[in-house]
């Protein structure tokens, strides 16, 4: 992927956030891989509606250096990603509503839904609390992410990982929606998740056939 590419399709994915009511303003973030040492993402404090291609930024993920605007200030949560992480090529951060009802009350989502247990995992996890742009907050979430492709961060927001930027923003689809459904069936008398070692297989059929037949024919 060309450097071009990566910040057109971060812009694009900002603009589409935005139009799903995921994020607003300048909120979140998102990056993308461009090879083995750079990403495009987000700058500090820009707007989506009005961010332009150009306005994205090229970053190390391995030794911060930078070109271009000043990188979002939680560069080094989507850098430990990279690094960790070498199956995802997309990551998003958010404040989407219902994903910050529950990370505010630090609940683990259980898998209330079948598409929750089989693109983000068994459970959605909390990550303990951290102050935002520091590394506790990375090393938290980082913890919570392990066998996930998502996770809360208490009193803060969300993160979600993707293959690529259709399963990323898939991801953050889901995610709210079963944030959603997770809130309401608690007030019907306690939200009932499916059989973990169900979920869990459901979501290694999911990360092992179904989305590799969708990615790899592209």
């Keep these: 992927m060309t450097r071009e590419e990566a910040q057109l399709m971060v812009r694009d994915?900002?603009?589409r956030l935005v139009k799903a009511g995921l994020t607003a303003g300048t909120w979140g973030n998102i990056s993308v891989r461009i090879d083995d040492k750079l990403m495009a993402i987000t700058p500090s404090g820009g707007e989506y509606v009005s961010m332009r291609p150009e306005d994205i930024t090229i970053m190390n993920y391995h030794d911060g250096s930078y070109e271009g605007k000043k990188p979002s200030s939680e560069k080094?949560?989507?850098?430990a990603v990279y690094v960790s992480r070498r199956d995802i090529?997309?990551?998003?951060?958010?404040?989407?509503?219902?994903a910050s009802v529950v990370a505010s009350a630090r609940r683990e989502v259980p898998p209330?839904?079948?598409d929750l247990a089989q693109i983000i995992g068994p459970t959605v996890r909390c990550a303990d609390y951290a102050l935002p742009s520091t590394k506790k907050i990375v090393k938290t979430t980082m913890k919570a992410l392990k066998g996930r492709m998502a996770a809360l961060m208490a009193n803060h927001g969300a993160i979600c990982?993707?293959?690529d930027v259709e399963e990323v923003f898939t991801c953050c689809?889901?995610?709210?929606?079963g944030c959603k459904t997770f809130i309401e069936a608690e007030f019907w008398g306690g939200a009932k998740g499916i059989n973990?070692?169900?979920a869990a297989?459901?979501?290694?059929i999911y990360l092992k056939k179904y989305s590799k037949i969708r990615i790899n024919s592209k």
Excluded: I, P, W, Y
Aim: charged share 20%; hydrophobic share 45%; no cysteine.
């Design 161 to 163: 990982l993707g293959r």
């Design 112 to 114: 209330v839904l079948d």
């Design 201 to 204: 297989l459901m979501h290694q």
């Design 89 to 98: 090529h997309a990551v998003v951060h958010t404040h989407s509503t219902n």
């Design 76 to 79: 080094s949560l989507h850098a």
């Design 13 to 15: 994915a900002g603009l």
């Design 173 to 177: 689809e889901v995610l709210e929606k």
């Design 196 to 198: 973990k070692f169900e």
